[in-house]
């Protein structure tokens, strides 16, 4: 969608690393919920964020949602191979009927 | 514990016929949607259902494609005649709106995987 940017389209680090996906709407965001996917399979939900400022954690995952709401990035703390993954963030929209709409997706790939 | 069913998890046919997935939200959710994911288009919205009734299907080939929900617990998608380029895996999810708003995971379910040769 191009409502919703996802960045970067595809990460590939080495097992221990840190990284960071983003996702950026030019509207305000009234709920932003990050799954994850492997291919072939369905969306696995992560978190789901709706205030301003809000983090959430779980395990090695962190997601938080700017002050604005128009950005949320997800944050793997010491990366492992079971990470890998597709990552997609989707969003209810200003103005989108409380559809959600979803990101293109980040492929990681974890490097052991 | 509760999940979204799909079915068929997997579907062959051949262009021209009709396909019909089948989707089970889960009980008590509100909201049901249709997604489709290619990789070329990535995770498209389809059809959006609240309280049974359609909210938006403009994402929908109007001509070929028809969503209904009979009843609480079964949504279906229908594609009538088929075409190679619908071959893709379709969704369905289910969740719960109160007050307007998203009330939190919406949960999807495996997934259908359509080839129209």
């Known amino acids: 969608s191009q409502e919703l940017e996802q960045s970067p389209q595809s990460l590939i680090v080495q097992e221990g690393k840190n990284l960071t996906i983003n996702c950026t709407s030019s509207?305000?965001?009234?709920?932003l919920y990050w799954y994850k996917q492997k291919y072939g399979e369905g969306l696995i939900f992560l978190m789901m964020?709706?205030?301003?400022?809000e983090e959430k954690s779980h395990e090695k995952i962190t997601a938080k949602l700017d002050e604005k709401k128009q950005q949320s990035s997800l944050h793997i703390t010491a990366s492992q191979p079971s990470h890998a993954g597709i990552y997609l963030c989707?969003?209810?929209?200003?103005?989108?009927?409380?559809?959600?709409?979803f990101g293109s997706g980040t492929q990681l790939t974890v490097l052991p | 514990d509760a999940r979204v069913t799909q079915t068929p998890r997997h579907k062959v046919t051949e262009m021209g016929q009709e396909v019909t997935m089948r989707c089970q939200p889960i009980?008590?959710?509100?909201?049901v949607f249709w997604y489709r994911q290619t990789m070329m288009q990535g995770l498209e919205l389809l059809a959006y259902?609240?309280?049974?009734?359609?909210?938006?299907d403009s994402g929908m080939p109007k001509d070929r494609f028809s969503a209904e929900m009979p009843d609480a617990t079964l949504a279906t998608l229908k594609i009538q005649p088929s075409e190679p380029r619908d071959s893709a895996v379709y969704f369905c999810?289910?969740?719960?709106?109160?007050?307007?708003?998203?009330?939190?995971?919406?949960?999807f379910g495996e997934g259908s995987r359509l080839t129209v040769l």
């Open positions: 009980l008590g959710h509100n909201t």
């Open positions: 999810a289910s969740g719960l709106v109160l007050g307007g708003l998203n009330t939190g995971e919406l949960f």
């Open positions: 259902f609240r309280n049974r009734a359609p909210l938006d």
């Open positions: 509207k305000t965001l009234y709920g």
């Open positions: 964020l709706q205030k301003g400022g």
């Open positions: 989707g969003a209810d929209i200003a103005g989108s009927a409380r559809q959600l709409t």
